[in-house]
């Protein structure tokens, strides 16, 4: 099996990798229908994130069952499954309490950027799909596995309710599909902080209502500007640099939330600040595996089409230019078909 492989900075490879194999009998093997590269991939891409030693990449998924283990009781063989970026066993407390990306046996799932995919915990962690769908159902259904439940954590996090104003830092998929979350949850008013005539255009179909292209004291003030002087209810934060994160606490009005869906790499914060901005701050790796059921019936039922978030779509050979469309920002995501 031949899969990508990442091996430093902008050095991405395609190339000759072992064949997944169930190691435990609580895992599952998936022949992937599609997968995709994440900008959270970039990170270990632009060599912002170093790695130890060539790794294996990719982390979302879908596809039908082609073994299960023999402790597996639930995912049977020739089902279409989706499943989240951590495996989560979906019993243990913190599970319960919907966080399974905090599972106590989470175990990151990598590698997905490949035919076939070894899935721990596989009755945990994978979804059936009440029927193996359509192609066309494919690239909206991959969304559920990261992108989209990334966004509708973001927005949940961020108590968004019927009636809130919202304000959505970052333009990436996650943050478009923060958009599409935020309006399936009722928020009255949705501003999205962009400057790229593309992703603005797609913010505004997922139901943005107020573009800011302005960024850092300049964005803030903007967003003072819309709300009276007040601030936002609740700000999505999608990036993960400082001043995206500082942008997001200042743009909230007291008493206000923000959630921080992308992942931090250097953002430090004071604690004075913190403590007189009155926000409340709530983040993490989001427990897409939470969301699954709901947001895969949103896109079987046609409510959803997050999938439009793929604007590049390439065969797994040509993973290498999918990272380099979205690193240099010609395209927004890239889905891959092995
Ligand atoms: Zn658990």
Redesign the pocket.
Known sequence: MRGAVLYGPKDLRFEERETPAITKPTDAIVRLAATCVCGSDLWPYRGIQPIAEPTPMGHEYCGIVEEVGSAVRTVKQGQFVIGSFFA?????????FGY?S?????EFVGGAQAPLLCVPLAD?TLVPTPEVPSKEMIPSLLATSDVLGTGWFAATAANVKPGTIVAVVGDGAVGLLGVLSAKQMGAERIITMSRHDKRQKLALEFGATDIVPERGDEGVARIKDLTKGVGADAVLECVGTQESMMQAIRSTRPGGYVSYVGVPHGVGLKGEELFFSHVHLHGGPAPARRFLPKLIKLVLDGKVNPGKVFDLTLPLDQVAEGYRAMDERRAIKAILQP
């Open positions: 989560s066993d979906n019993t243990c407390p913190h599970c319960n399974q905090s599972c106590q046996q989470r945990g």
